[in-house]
Structure formats: structure tokens, C-alpha cells
Nanobody, 124 residues
Framework: QVQLEESGGGSVQAGGSLRLSCAAAGRTLSTYVMGWFRQAPGKEREFVATINRNGGSTFYTDSVKGRFTISRDNAKNTVYLQMNSLKLEDTAVYYC?????????????????WGQGTQVTVSS
């Protein structure tokens, strides 16, 4: 089992940047596909980005392509989400998740472990 803890959220003005981190404890992160999801008030949790085990392959939802970058440092057991050019609609609680299967997916139900989430608020 792996425990995940997100950090780096906060309040930022539109156009600004934030870097989220997801630290893992309990198991080596390199054995998991990792993903970032978000949930805005009154909305369902949605996929943001995913990265395969060795970091060689990434995939993003269309709304964040070109603005967000997912990366991982398996030596540090940490996954990152660099968020640039933030928009009001990026406001949400952001969750990192770990998947035991080697197949990266956008489906939240496929992920086995979740962090508690970190709030990102973008204001005008």
C-alpha cells in the first residue's frame, strides 16, 4: 500500500503559476502509474494528467494541454504538476492518485490509492 500526500496548492491570480507535489510513502513510487485529478465545487472529479511508471509517457485532458506539465522523480518518490497560465476554471481541489496497473488511464476508478487533495484557487 502507498500513502500519498499533496502539497503546493494555494491562491493565485489568473495567469499565474503553481507547482503541486505529491509525495509517496510506504512503497516505491516507480511501481505505479500516477495521475492528477481535480474536483470543482458541485462538479464531478475529472481527469487532469497521467504519467507512466518511468515518466516517458504523459497524457493530458484537452483543457490543460500546453499549460500543465506532469512529471515524476522516482528517486524522490514524488510526482509533480506544474500549472502555468492558470485560469479561473482551474479552481478545484487537486488529487494525486496511484495505479497498480501498468496501463495509464484517465478513469478515476482505475486508480487504487488517493491523496487527500490540495486546494487551488484562481482569482481574477
Amino acid at each position: 500500500q502507498v500513502q500519498l500526500e499533496e502539497s503546493g496548492g494555494g491562491s493565485v491570480q489568473a495567469g499565474g503559476s503553481l507547482r503541486l507535489s505529491c509525495a509517496a510513502a510506504g512503497r516505491t513510487l516507480s511501481t505505479y502509474v500516477m495521475g492528477w485529478f481535480r474536483q470543482a465545487p458541485g462538479k464531478e472529479r475529472e481527469f487532469v494528467a497521467t504519467i507512466n511508471r518511468n515518466g516517458g509517457s504523459t497524457f493530458y485532458t484537452d483543457s490543460v494541454k500546453g499549460r500543465f506539465t506532469i512529471s515524476r522523480d522516482n528517486a524522490k518518490n514524488t510526482v509533480y504538476l506544474q500549472m502555468n497560465s492558470l485560469k479561473l476554471e482551474d479552481t478545484a481541489v487537486y488529487y494525486c492518485a496511484a495505479e497498480r496497473s501498468p496501463i495509464a488511464t484517465v478513469v478515476a476508478g482505475a486508480y487504487d490509492y488517493w491523496g487527500q487533495g490540495t486546494q487551488v484557487t484562481v482569482s481574477s
